[in-house]
């Protein structure tokens, strides 16, 4: 089955610095690749998501990169704030085909600081 | 649009006793819902996927006789811990997948067992 790498586990930046969190996977069949911001005693919240069809995508401070060929994936914060703070999730599926769940990642605690 | 409702959010049962959590799509049909099991500062793992209409399908491990599902609906999903003991006490999240690729997921059930 699939496999989701996550690195760091915590990353502490600057506010207004940039965060980067990176994962790979392991499954080459998996072609839907989706981020989540989950804050305490809540469920995960899409932020962003990309398919395997596209190398980038961005939305306003957001931005996701895809390299299918090193199976890797990374998510970039720009110009980060304070209400960034979270626990940040990295998942893969292929959800293209049947019924697959995501199979997520072990999560980076981001920690803001101010 | 595309919401996922889980009640209750917290719930604390007495050891031996069976819980039911529901998981609904409010403003779309949902064929899959799966449901995750997350540990405290852990990852969501996939514990099993509900199809409406027919049996669950269960990760490697995860006990059916223990974790009931039932999707008899287009909009709900029901998870049941029976004969909960504190080792189950743990943050249940449903998620259904919404047309294309995307999923949304619930705002989780924190299982307490006492």
């Known amino acids: 089955g699939e496999n989701v790498e996550q690195h760091p586990s915590t990353l502490s930046v600057q506010e207004g610095d940039s965060a980067v969190i990176k994962c790979t996977y392991s499954?080459?069949?998996?072609?839907?690749f989706p981020w989540y911001k989950q804050e305490l005693g809540k469920g995960p919240q899409l932020i962003i998501d990309?398919?395997?069809?596209?190398g980038e995508k961005k939305d306003q401070r957001i931005a996701v990169t895809l390299n299918k060929t090193a199976k890797h994936f990374s998510l970039h914060i720009t110009e980060t704030q304070p209400e960034d703070s979270a626990v940040y999730f990295c998942a893969a599926s292929r959800a293209g085909g049947g019924a697959d769940g995501l199979t997520f990642g072990k999560g980076t605690h981001l920690i803001i600081q101010p | 649009g595309a919401v996922v409702s889980q009640h209750p959010s917290r719930v604390i049962c007495k050891s031996g006793t069976s819980v039911k959590i529901e998981c609904r799509s409010l403003d779309f049909q949902a064929t899959t819902m799966f449901w995750y099991r997350q540990f405290p500062k852990k990852s969501l793992m996939l514990m099993a996927t509900?199809?409406?209409?027919?049996?669950?399908?269960?990760e490697q491990g995860v006990e059916k006789d223990k974790f009931l599902i039932n999707h008899a609906s287009l909009t709900l999903s029901t998870l049941t811990v029976t004969s909960a003991h504190p080792e189950d006490s743990s943050f249940y999240i449903c998620s259904a997948r919404r047309t294309g690729p995307g999923y949304t997921f619930g705002s989780g059930t924190r299982l307490t067992v006492v």
């Open positions: 509900s199809n409406e209409g027919s049996k669950a399908t269960y």
């Open positions: 990309i398919r395997s069809n596209v």
């Open positions: 499954d080459s069949a998996s072609n839907y």
